[in-house]
Antibody, heavy 116, light 110 residues
Framework: EVQLVESGGGLIQPGGSLRLSCAASGFTVNYMSWVRQAPGKGLEWVSAIYAGGSTYYADSVKGRFTISTDNSKNTLYLQMNSLRAEDTAVYYC????????????WGQGTLVTVSS | QTVLTQEPSFSVSPGGTVTLTCGLSSGSVSTSYYPSWYQQIPGQAPRTLIYSTNTRSSGVPDRFSGSILGNKAALTITGAQAGDESDYYCVLYMGSGIYVFGTGTKVTVL
């Protein structure tokens, strides 16, 4: 059974850093994305990583966030630096259906609150 | 900056049909953008309905269908049920590893 479980969210001060994790089971992390949702707002794609290590970022997080995977732990990560109030959101990890540029499985989300 | 525009809200009667659309701020949506659709009940994670324009995700009833209508991606819900009341989002793949979500449509069934 495919399962995605995020962790690592919490309250962090502006300018701080946080690392989110997304533990996967039932498949190997290869094509994955992070998607976020600010309180009361719509969904926003944040970052993607493909098999082979290619990484991609939304302009809003480029240079501050880093996506990565650890195949030995079958886990996806999002390292978030220089956090801003506007990064406050629930962060979801999602699996891409290989070759379709669509997502099929989603985690339950982890809340990141950036506030002093 | 690319903006995907969706209708802010739609109301449909139980048993009725509704078509939601997803348009580009500049240009036409085609299958080359691999449009996908997601349902989200507030407070819950998104659920995948459609990917690659018209492929239903596992377990999604055939009441949900995806297509290209004119210059937009479209999601049609037929035989609407109370449980379909939700927010719906489209996503386009813009190339070079970049995705864009639409603004979302709130569907009410009444």
């Amino acid at each position: 059974e495919v399962q995605l479980v995020e962790s690592g969210g919490g309250l962090i001060q502006p300018g701080g850093s946080l690392r989110l994790s997304c533990a996967a089971s039932g498949f190997t992390v290869n094509y994955m994305s992070w998607v976020r949702q600010a309180p009361g707002k719509g969904l926003e794609w944040v970052s993607a990583i493909y098999a082979g290590g290619s990484t991609y970022y939304a302009d809003s997080v480029k240079g501050r966030f880093t996506i990565s995977t650890d195949n030995s732990k079958n886990t996806l990560y999002l390292q978030m630096n220089s956090l801003r109030a506007e990064d406050t959101a629930v962060y979801y990890c999602a699996r891409e259906v290989s070759g379709t540029y669509g997502f099929d499985y989603w985690g339950q989300g982890t809340l990141v609150t950036v506030s002093s | 900056q690319t903006v995907l525009t969706q209708e802010p809200s739609f109301s449909v009667s139980p048993g009725g049909t509704v078509t939601l659309t997803c348009g580009l701020s500049s240009g036409s949506v085609s299958t080359s953008y691999y449009p996908s659709w997601y349902q989200q009940i507030p407070g819950q994670a998104p659920r995948t309905l459609i990917y690659s324009t018209n492929t239903r995700s596992s377990g999604v009833p055939d009441r949900f269908s995806g297509s290209i209508l004119g210059n937009k991606a479209a999601l049609t819900i037929t035989g609407a049920q109370a449980g379909d009341e939700s927010d719906y989002y489209c996503v386009l793949y813009m190339g070079s590893g970049i995705y864009v979500f639409g603004t979302g449509t709130k569907v009410t069934v009444l």
